[in-house]
Structure formats: C-alpha cells, structure tokens
C-alpha cells in the first residue's frame, strides 16, 4: 500500500530549527516527485517545497534560504530542514507525492509545526 | 508567479442539486505543446488531508465520482458537482502545476 507518514513536528520557540521528516512506503522517495505542502490553522493549502528525482528542488518564496528539503535513500524518507522559524511558519506540514507533472497524487497526514515563545 | 483565485468563497447547496466552482489564473495555464490545462482540483473534508479530484483540468482521478466533473481552459476553469451527496461537504481547492510555485487557490467551501 502507498503511504506516507510525516514525523517530526512540535512547539519551537521563534528563531528556532526543526526537521520534518516523510516516511514512505509502496513505491521508491527517489524516484519520484516529492512536495512539502503546509496548511496554517483555520487557513488553506500553502506549497513549499518540491524535490524532483533529478534532485532539482523548488521553494515558495516564503521560506527560500531557511528552508531544504531533501531525500534519504537508505531510509526511504522525505525531509525538510526548517531554520530560522518565524511565527507565520506554524501550520500542519503534509508531505504529497506528485506525479511526473506535480499535480499531488498521494498526501500524508500532517505534522503540526507551532512556532511560539 | 501564478496566482490562483476561486468563486465563490462559500456556497450552500440542496442535497441532490448542482455545486459549482470557480477557478481562474492570473495567466495562462495551458500548454499549447501538448494542449494540457495544468490545473486540478482537490477536495478536503475536516480533520483530513486533500484528495485528487481531478486533474489536466477535467480527468477525473480513479475511485472519483462521475458526478464530479471539470472543465474549462486557459484561465477559467469549473468543478461542478451533479448532484450534491452529504459527503461531498468539503472544501475544494483548485491548484497550479503549470510552473513552480505549484499555487493553490484560496479554497471554496460547499454546505448543505
């Protein structure tokens, strides 16, 4: 079965780090089109970041330069390096497999990001 | 970048009576090399993450409905339900993957 599981989330004081990580299972991380997309409270879909299995990779212009995303063939997983957290970047945090095109096929649960002293 | 608007922000809707949505872009999302809209739409229910509804426009995902239908072209796109059920209450989003950023609209919520 095709799944994907987001781990990593949590209370991070302004200013802070955190990584968010995307477990997947059914298909290969690398070979495919990989997307963070994140949803702030009472609000709508926000894109991230895309990681294409060239290794190319996209931001939002919202968190380029605070934000990596990246993929880790041994453990299958999908990641996001969060630095430089500003409270604006609290929101539930899903991972979404896209096809070879990007529209997102398969989304996980979420992860909740709180950026708060 | 593209930005994506919806129509309307909300709407209410009988059961068994037609919902429609409206999506437009603020430029063109139409590749004219393969004549493919770049354009899908999403339905998120609370509490759950998004689901493909449809995608190229109006290619419906498998397991969807055939009462969930898209069309349009270029701009201005639409995702008419046929005949609303109870669990098509939800919120819809239309999003672009014509180019990065892959912009969502602002979402449009459907009642009963």
């Known amino acids: 079965e095709v799944q994907l599981v987001e781990s990593g989330g949590g209370l991070i004081q302004p200013g802070g780090s955190l990584r968010l990580s995307c477990a997947a299972s059914?298909?290969?991380?690398?070979?495919?089109?990989m997307n963070w997309v994140r949803q702030a409270p009472g609000k709508g879909l926000e894109w991230v970041s895309v990681?294409?299995?060239?290794?190319?990779?996209y931001y939002a212009d919202s968190v380029k330069g605070r934000f990596t995303i990246s993929t880790d063939n041994s453990e299958n997983t999908l990641s996001l390096q969060m630095n430089s957290l500003r409270a604006e970047d609290t929101a539930l945090y899903y991972c979404?497999?896209?096809?070879?095109?990007?529209?997102?096929?398969?989304w996980g649960q979420g992860t909740l990001v709180t950026v708060s002293s | 970048d593209i930005v994506m608007t919806q129509s309307p922000d909300s709407l209410a809707v009988s059961l068994g009576e037609r919902a429609t949505v409206n999506c437009k872009s603020s430029?063109?999302?139409?590749?004219?090399?393969?004549?493919?809209?770049?354009l899908a739409w999403y339905q998120q229910k609370p509490g759950q993450p998004p689901k493909l509804l449809i995608y190229?426009?109006?290619t419906r995902e498998s397991g969807v409905p055939d009462r969930f239908s898209g069309s349009g072209s270029g701009t201005d796109f639409t995702l008419t339900i046929s005949s609303l059920q109870s669990e098509d209450v939800a919120v819809y989003y239309c999003?672009?993957?014509?180019?990065?950023?892959?912009?969502f609209g602002p979402g449009t919520k459907v009642d009963i």
């Open positions: 059914g298909f290969t991380v690398s070979s495919n089109t």
């Open positions: 979404a497999r896209g096809d070879d095109y990007n529209f997102f096929l398969v």
């Open positions: 990681i294409y299995r060239s290794g190319d990779t």
């Open positions: 190229w426009a109006s």
């Open positions: 999003q672009q993957y014509y180019s990065a950023p892959f912009t």
């Open positions: 430029q063109s999302i139409l590749n004219r090399s393969n004549n493919k809209n770049y």
